[in-house]
Antibody, heavy 113, light 107 residues
Framework: QVQLQESGPGLVKPSGTLSLTCAVS?????????WSWVRQPPGKGLEWIGE???????NFNPSLKSRVTISIDKSKNQFSLRLNSVTAADTAVYYC??????WGQGTLVTVSS | EIVLTQSPGTLSLSPGDRATLSCRAS???????LAWYQQKPGQAPRLLIY???SRATGIPDRFSGSGSGTDFTLTISRLEPEDFAVYYC????????FGLGTKVDIK
């Protein structure tokens, strides 16, 4: 049974870079699935950030595309998110997800000085 | 970009009631690439329905999805206590967007 686990700093300074990693266990990341990042500001709805295939192909939310990088490390069976030039509006719970399921438990990232 | 409008914003019902949630797309959803998720406080969303009407693994048959084109519906035939939650629809495929959600709470 595939499981996903997010990790990374819980606090990022404004104008800095948010970096998160999603470790995939119980299965290979090199499958015919897309691996995505989704975020949810406190008390608000869900926002899709972007996705990556094991070949390295990516798709991004147009509203975030200029600030987002998603990469994959098949040797470590994980994929990562980088979001630069962050502001308080980027404060959210960040989830990684394989296609629609399963989801990681989520990690709260707060942007604050 | 496809915009998804969910209604109502909140649905107040009792256990045993039937719940009908709506998701309307601003343009036709290709190949019925429409999913429904359930989210409880402090938890990650859980996939309920994909392809507009296919139940995900392990989802009880009281949950059903229907619709095509621009109008989609999630129906919960008889609400169980654990079904009170927020429900999101999502378009996926060429682009990905979520609706703002419908909260199903206890009347």
């Amino acid at each position: 049974q595939v499981q996903l686990q997010e990790s990374g700093p819980g606090l990022v300074k404004p104008s800095g870079t948010l970096s998160l990693t999603c470790a995939v266990s119980g299965g290979s990341i090199s499958t015919s699935n897309w691996w995505s990042w989704v975020r949810q500001p406190p008390g608000k709805g869900l926002e899709w950030i972007g996705e990556i295939f094991h070949t390295g192909s990516t798709n991004f939310n147009p509203s975030l595309k200029s600030r987002v990088t998603i990469s994959i490390d098949k040797s470590k069976n994980q994929f990562s998110l980088r979001l630069n030039s962050v502001t308080a509006a980027d404060t959210a719970v960040y989830y990684c997800v394989r296609d629609g399921s399963p989801w990681g438990q989520g990690t709260l990232v707060t942007v604050s000085s | 970009e496809i915009v998804l409008t969910q209604s109502p914003g909140t649905l107040s019902l009792s256990p045993g009631d039937r719940a009908t949630l709506s998701c309307r797309a601003s343009q036709s959803v290709s190949s019925n690439y429409l999913a429904w998720y359930q989210q409880k406080p402090g938890q990650a969303p859980r996939l309920l329905i994909y392809g507009a009407s296919s139940r995900a693994t392990g989802i009880p048959d009281r949950f059903s999805g229907s619709g095509s084109g621009t109008d989609f519906t999630l129906t919960i035939s008889r609400l169980e206590p654990e079904d009170f939650a927020v429900y999101y629809c999502q378009h996926y495929g060429s682009s990905f967007t979520f609706g703002l959600g419908t909260k199903v709470d206890i009347k």
